[in-house]
């Protein structure tokens, strides 16, 4: 053999001695990984998983703790006495605009902080009263200069406000939308005088033309039963004092965001989504999942559905209404499918007085009725969410949310005349984009739904649903929040789908939306837009100073050992399945959650920010709320040790997980 072959063979032993060792070490840093990953998780039937699924990032890196775009989106609208003006409220961007009736120019801006949404005007016209969704307060400006008069406190999240004269006196009712209650104010000085219990998420507001009643509609449903039939609330207070009157429900229906009503009638209207989350989602091709309606009640809460949609054309989404002056139209928004249905409230009036009382129960169901009454459509521009009428009824301004202007139409002959131009319409901003995807019905069979007809504002919608692919019955799966989403993959429940762009693609084509799937550009700004979605409420929660309960629900959330000592194993320890900051590590656990009819015992562990705002609980939405996860659903401490909790101790680690 050669010099130059032994070499040769030399180099060859020691690359394959070297490849030896590195597949050593590979084997070795592999077991010890597993029994890293076993030892503090605490289960020993994981295998290799990756570092960051404990060893997570920063909150401040995701994108929603990222700064945003702002766009001049607008919200409430209200029209002058004198119908020279429209106020327009700027949430997005913490203003108010202020546009020439007739010609369309926005002659003002003033700044408002606090994210203005619902206006009312004084009769007078010279106070405009602006709900402050984010500071959870009504300010009273100065119409002539914009100047700040007044402002008071309400609950969380204020929508919608309306005025009223009543025996007691001048009065403001506005809806909560966080706290779930309406306040009721007193005009001059601006002061809350009660606040009265509502259904789950109040959401708009009206009251009768004499001041004896006050309408709130609520959005969502209250959870009971997971297979219970879900009815949100449409709540009747005496808006003097505040006086409770009424529950009223809206059978099978839920988001309702708009309410109006009428000068001539006992009549209250309010758009609504007759879903029907329990049948299978087969059933979208045959239209028995979602349609819109309109629920008309009177005084005493006795309601009738009646439907909106067509029977091969769906209006997804309808929230605003406003009422003719004389009472004889209707004019509604759909924000999931652009247009403005116009209704003949006497030809609805009519045929309610000749139909049976079966008929009228039944009429939600018709989808060939709404010919009957609804006498034009008017197209707009992209997700109309609000609607005013000036005084004599005689011009429309419809709010195209994610187009940033106002449409302007003339009600005799129902033809547009202009826009109110707020802004660009944000069509170079990804997440803009991706926010019209999100609202848009015509990616579903007949335009059905959106995204946002079961994720109103990227939230949940509280329900349950039964996909089809897992059989009739099986596997109902509680309606995820959207919002705080970035980063904590994979989706579902079973945790079977990597990203969101999976999750919403050929999945939601094949499952929900019947129809061809998104197309991938619009795909990546639908995941770009629900990756901007913060948790609820994020920026008013986050490093706050924790209250002593909060503190003590914080310790016991990372207790290692119970109060008298005794070890809590690891894999039965709050921290280790929902560790910091996400609160979840990202795998599918086995906690003794499950139901009768579900195929497996291990679901995806969800993330924890904003919990508290996401009720119902568990996989298929069976808990009520947060206590019912330990006192009704807890099995054999699977669910962390919980068995060593008092009442008190229950009550501040529910107090802290609503701080996260």
Known sequence: MTTKSCHLWRRVAGLGAALMVAAGVGVGLHTWSVRHVQRW??????????????????????????????????????????????????????????????????????NVKGGPFGLALHPGGERLFV????????????????????????????????????????RLVVANSLSDDASVLRVSPLQELARAETGREPYATAVASDGSVAFIACRLAVPTNVLAVPD??????????????????????????????????????T?????????????????????????????????????LD?????????????ISPDGRRAYVVSGGSDTVSVVDLDKMAAWLERSSPQRRHEAIEDLTLSSEYVIARIPTARNPRHIALSPDGARLFVSERLN????????????????????????????????????????????????????????????????????????????????????????????????????????????????????????????????????????????????????????????????????????RQCQTCHRPPLYSYRLPSAVGTKGPRDVSDFFDTPHLLGIGYSAPYLHDGRAKTLEELWTTYQTNDLHG???????HQLNDLVEFLKTL
């Not at 040790?641 to 009442?647: A, D, G, I, L, R």
């Open 404 to 571: 940033d202007s106002v449409l302007m139409v003339d009600t005799a002959t129902l033809k547009v005349t202009g826009r109110i131009v707020l802004g660009d319409g944000g069509a170079w901003d990804p997440i803009r984009r991706g926010e019209r995807v999100f609202t848009k019905a015509a990616h579903t069979f007949q335009r059905q739904f959106s995204c946002r007809s079961c994720h109103p504002d990227g939230h949940v919608d509280g329900l349950a649903y039964d996909f089809d692919g897992d059989g009739i019955g099986d596997n109902l799966l509680d309606n995820r929040t959207l919002q705080g989403v970035a980063g904590t993959h994979p989706f579902k429940w079973n945790g079977k789908n990597p990203s969101l762009q999976v999750q919403c693609g050929p999945r939601f084509a094949r499952v929900l939306m019947r129809t061809e799937p998104i197309p991938p550009k619009d795909l990546e700004d639908l995941a770009t837009f629900i990756q901007s979605l913060p948790p609820p409420r994020w920026e008013r929660r986050h490093n706050r100073p924790l209250t002593p309960a909060q503190e003590r629900g914080r310790r016991l959330f990372f207790a290692t050992h119970t109060t008298d000592g005794t070890p809590i194993p690891r894999e």
């Open 271 to 307: 758009p609504i989504i007759k879903v029907r989350n329990l049948v299978p989602i087969t059933q979208v091709a045959n239209g028995w999942v979602m349609s819109s309606g309109l629920a008309i009640s009177d005084h005493e809460g006795r309601i009738v559905e009646m439907p």
């Open 41 to 110: 998780s605490g289960r020993q039937d994981l295998g290799w998983v990756n570092c960051n699924h404990c060893h997570q990032g920063k909150l401040e890196d995701l994108p929603w703790a990222k700064p945003r775009p702002k766009h001049p989106a607008p919200a409430g609208l209200a029209v002058s006495p004198d119908g020279r003006w429209v106020y327009i409220a700027l949430d997005d961007v913490d203003e108010l605009a202020v546009a020439d009736a007739i010609t369309g120019r926005v002659v003002k801006r003033v």
């Open 310 to 322: 067509e029977a091969n054309d769906y209006f997804a989404d309808p929230s605003g209404i406003v």
């Open 232 to 269: 949100s609330e449409l709540t009747i207070i005496n808006p003097a004092g505040g006086r409770l009157l009424k529950r009223a429900i809206f059978y099978s229906s839920h988001l309702a965001e708009g309410i109006a009503t009428t000068p001539n009638r006992p009549w209250s209207i």
């Open 131 to 170: 709900t402050l969704h984010d500071s959870d307060e009504v300010v009273a400006l100065d119409t002539r200069n914009g100047k700040e008069l007044e402002r008071v406190a309400v609950g969380m999240g204020p929508v919608s406000i309306s005025y009223c004269r009543t025996p007691a006196g001048e």
């Open 641 to 647: 040790v919980s068995s060593y909790w008092t009442k």
